[in-house]
């Protein structure tokens, strides 16, 4: 069975850090795309990230550029989402999502697995 699951969530701070995880099972990651979406209450879904099968393509929102940083380990079947500076309005349920190509465009929900979501809360 197809299968992603989130970690690494938490209470964290305004400017600290966080790293998310997204663990791959039942499937060989290396054929996949990868992004993270995330979601607040009472707003609308937001595309965050997006990394290519092998890693040479990668995309991020305007609210998290050059803030957070998207990654792979395909031997490890994981990806990650590395948040450094995080604000208040990065608190979120984060999505890992999983797709046979590679979709760049980060205003379209175009990937379509699913993990469970993971909780990111940053407050003081």
């Known amino acids: 069975q197809l299968q992603l699951v989130e970690s690494g969530g938490g209470l964290v701070q305004p400017g600290g850090s966080l790293r998310l995880s997204c663990a791959a099972s039942?499937?060989?990651?290396?054929?996949?795309?990868i992004a993270w979406f995330r979601q607040a209450p009472g707003k609308e879904r937001e595309g965050v990230s997006c990394?290519?099968?092998?890693?040479?393509?990668?995309n991020y929102s305007d609210s998290v550029k050059g803030r957070f940083t998207i990654s792979r380990d395909n031997a490890k079947k994981t990806a990650y989402l590395q948040m450094n500076s995080l604000k208040p309005e990065d608190t979120a349920i984060y999505y890992c999502?999983?797709?046979?190509?590679?979709?760049?465009?980060?205003?379209?929900?175009?990937?379509?697995?699913w993990g469970q979501g993971t909780q990111v809360t940053v407050s003081s």
């Open positions: 999502t999983a797709a046979l190509h590679y979709y760049s465009d980060l205003s379209r929900n175009l990937y379509d697995f």
């Open positions: 039942g499937f060989t990651l290396d054929y996949y795309a």
């Open positions: 990394i290519s099968s092998d890693g040479g393509s990668t």
